[in-house]
Each structure stands twice: as structure tokens, then as C-alpha cells.
């Protein structure tokens, strides 16, 4: 029942996972024909900001993504796992105009006139397959935003 490698096996499925999604990405002082750094040690895959869970069921969503600059309990991601994109459901974000109200009366003559009008972006609901919780949104440049995930230590 015990096995004491049972960290160093996981440590390398992980890797293998990461590596799948960037096969031509090399980290820093590993060369292209190496497998393994300075240290003799196999070599990681790219680095993640976090592994994300569904807050539900605890499910693995994703293995290799980036936290949104401003807003630190968010992620984004090309590649997940445990996911589903609802296509069905469509849902529209339309961009803050007024970023000053000093400057309202100017934006809103504008927006009258057509000049300043941004275009709304579209998002696509993403649900965990196991328990169908809502977890991200599916964007048209095809990036994941994570927003309802427990984040852990990459």
C-alpha cells in the first residue's frame, strides 16, 4: 500500500502533462537535446502560476496557466482538462465607456454620433464536466478566464 516514490512519480506525470502542451518550449539553460538540467535532474515543463480545481468537487481543471494581472483569484488558459464549453449560452460584456465623469458629456455626445462605440465582447460559459459547475468563460480568441476555481501551488 505504501509506495515512498509515490511523489517523484506523480512530480514526473505532471511534467509529462506540460510537456505535451508545449513540446518545442525549452526552460532557461536546457538545451534543445537535453533532458535534463545543469543539476542532472529531468527537466520541468513550462512553469504554471497555479493548479486549478473545481471549488465543487475538487476535480483538476487546469495544469498550466497564468494569474490576471489586476485581479489575483483569476487565470487564463489554452489548455484544460475536466472542462466543457456550454456553445449553446451566449454571454455579452460591453466595455465601460465612462472611465471619467468629468469627461461624460464629451463620450456621450460621441457615443451618439457612432464614433466611440466599442464592440461588445462574446463569451461561452464553461462548466466542470464532473459535476457541471460553472468555472470560466470560453472567449473568442480561444483563451479559458477562470474565475469560480480553488488555486494551488504549481
Given at each position: 500500500?505504501?509506495d515512498p516514490a509515490?511523489?517523484?512519480?506523480?512530480q514526473q506525470?505532471?511534467?509529462?502533462q506540460?510537456k505535451?502542451y508545449?513540446?518545442?518550449q525549452?526552460?532557461?539553460?536546457v538545451?534543445?537535446s537535453?533532458s535534463?538540467?545543469?543539476?542532472g535532474?529531468p527537466?520541468?515543463?513550462?512553469?504554471s502560476?497555479?493548479?486549478?480545481?473545481c471549488?465543487a468537487c475538487?476535480t483538476?481543471?487546469c495544469?498550466?496557466c497564468?494569474?490576471?494581472?489586476k485581479?489575483?483569484h483569476q487565470f487564463?488558459?489554452m489548455?484544460v482538462?475536466?472542462?466543457?464549453?456550454?456553445?449553446?449560452?451566449i454571454?455579452?460584456?460591453?466595455?465601460n465607456?465612462t472611465?471619467?465623469?468629468?469627461?461624460?458629456?464629451?463620450?456621450s455626445?460621441d457615443v451618439?454620433?457612432?464614433s466611440c462605440?466599442?464592440?461588445e465582447e462574446?463569451f461561452?460559459?464553461?462548466?466542470?464536466?464532473t459535476?457541471?459547475?460553472?468555472?470560466?468563460?470560453?472567449?473568442?480568441?480561444?483563451?479559458?478566464h477562470?474565475?469560480n476555481?480553488?488555486?494551488?501551488?504549481?
Open positions: 500500500m505504501y509515490i511523489d517523484e512519480d506523480n506525470w505532471i511534467d509529462k506540460r505535451m508545449h513540446p518545442n525549452h526552460l532557461p539553460g538545451g534543445p537535453s535534463s538540467d545543469n543539476s535532474n527537466s520541468k515543463g513550462p512553469l502560476d497555479a493548479v486549478l480545481n471549488p475538487m483538476t481543471l495544469i498550466d497564468q494569474r490576471h494581472e485581479y489575483h487564463r488558459a489548455f482538462i475536466n472542462c466543457n464549453i456550454i456553445h449553446a449560452e454571454l455579452r460584456y460591453k466595455p465607456i472611465k471619467n465623469r468629468h469627461k461624460k458629456k464629451k463620450k455626445k451618439a454620433g457612432g462605440t466599442e464592440p462574446v461561452h460559459p464553461v462548466h466542470c464536466s459535476c457541471k459547475t460553472e468555472v470560466a468563460m470560453y472567449d473568442k480568441d480561444e483563451v479559458y477562470f474565475f476555481v480553488l488555486s494551488s501551488v504549481a
